[in-house]
């Protein structure tokens, strides 16, 4: 357990400087076009001199960059987030507001996805080249290579249809309600993780079964199912978690299209609409999140290696 914790901290001070030089260059590279950004704030109020002045003072837009990046970055150290450009409101508030939805969805949709991908790719590697093979292996194809709106689109049709009474409005404010409007999004993005996790599984999966120790193993009589979960597996699920890590980071970027078809109010379609609206703060927060969830994902990938895998030693 000491180098489990060990190791943990190690990883998680290499995340500081990352995060820092990524805060940096977001900071930066947003400010790069000179856009106006008291302008922004002030919208379509009337615009005076002295009001002006007073957005420029409040939000320290009358400092050096540099030194308005350092009083970005002790706010986001001391829990201030800063403050939306277009409504006035915090940004840590509206922010966490949405993170729930976003997070439910992909957890729900990487939960499902992940189950029914293991399931069809070992299955399918255990029928290679026989009909269950082939079927499971043309779903996957289809359903990596079909847009996600059109498949949204298409599903929003059919429950339109058959389900004439099925609401897709609400209002979150009860765990029915909030998992009744994030299913069906949820089962639409778990098809595209299903149909990638599911090739990986198949492909790991039919290269364990033909390895030596397999083989040595068949002809010693252990039983085929013992051969199969206890020995094939166990070493065949190493790549698919790893896919499976990096699937639920980038898919917390990828709820855009399902946010916006659904009528979703998660990050996705807030990280949307900041960027047009050039409203840095919610831009810079919503950016570094995502990044931060890839390097925890990346973190959990590693530690589960060294837990089902004994052979790999942390360093």
Not at 20 to 46: C, K, M, P, Y
Not at 165 to 179: H, I, L, M, P
Not at 189 to 204: C, D, I
Request: net charge positive; glycine share 6%.
């Amino acid at each position: 357990m000491q180098d489990y914790v060990k190791y943990i901290a190690r990883r998680i001070l290499a995340m500081i400087p990352i995060l820092l030089i990524v805060s940096f260059a977001v900071f930066f590279l947003l400010r790069i076009t000179n856009i106006d950004e008291v302008g922004i704030i002030i919208g379509e109020r009337q615009s005076t001199e002295e009001l002006k002045l007073r957005v420029t003072e409040e939000y320290g837009l009358d400092q050096p960059k540099l030194i308005q990046y350092f009083n970005w970055l002790k706010g986001v150290l001391t829990g201030d987030f800063g403050k939306d450009y277009t409504s006035g409101q915090d940004v840590k508030t509206l922010i966490s507001t949405r993170i729930p939805v976003t997070l439910g969805l992909v957890c729900m949709s990487s939960a499902l996805g992940l189950t029914f991908a293991i399931l069809l790719g070992v299955i399918a590697a255990l029928h290679r080249n026989k009909p269950a093979d082939t079927v499971i292996s043309l779903v996957m194809l289809f359903f990596s290579s079909v847009p996600s709106f059109l498949v949204s689109i298409l599903i929003l049709i059919i429950i339109t249809k058959l389900v004439p009474g099925y609401s897709f409005v609400g209002t979150f404010s009860n765990t029915a309600e909030f998992f009744q409007r994030i299913s069906v999004p949820a089962c639409i993005m778990a098809l595209n993780q299903l149909a990638l996790l599911g090739r990986v599984t198949r492909s790991s999966m039919t290269s364990q079964l033909q390895a030596p120790y397999i083989i040595t193993a068949n002809a010693k009589g252990i039983p085929k199912g013992q051969v199969t979960y206890k020995h094939a597996f166990h070493n065949a699920v190493i790549p698919v978690l790893t896919v499976a890590g990096m699937s639920f980071a980038s898919a917390i970027g990828g709820t855009v299209l399902i946010e916006q078809i659904f009528s979703l109010p998660g990050i996705g379609g807030l990280l949307v609409s900041a960027v047009q609206a050039h409203n840095y703060p919610v831009v810079q927060i919503l950016v570094m999140f995502m990044l931060l969830v890839y390097l925890i994902m990346s973190l959990v990938v590693d530690v589960l290696y060294v837990i089902v895998d004994p052979r790999v030693k942390l360093k």
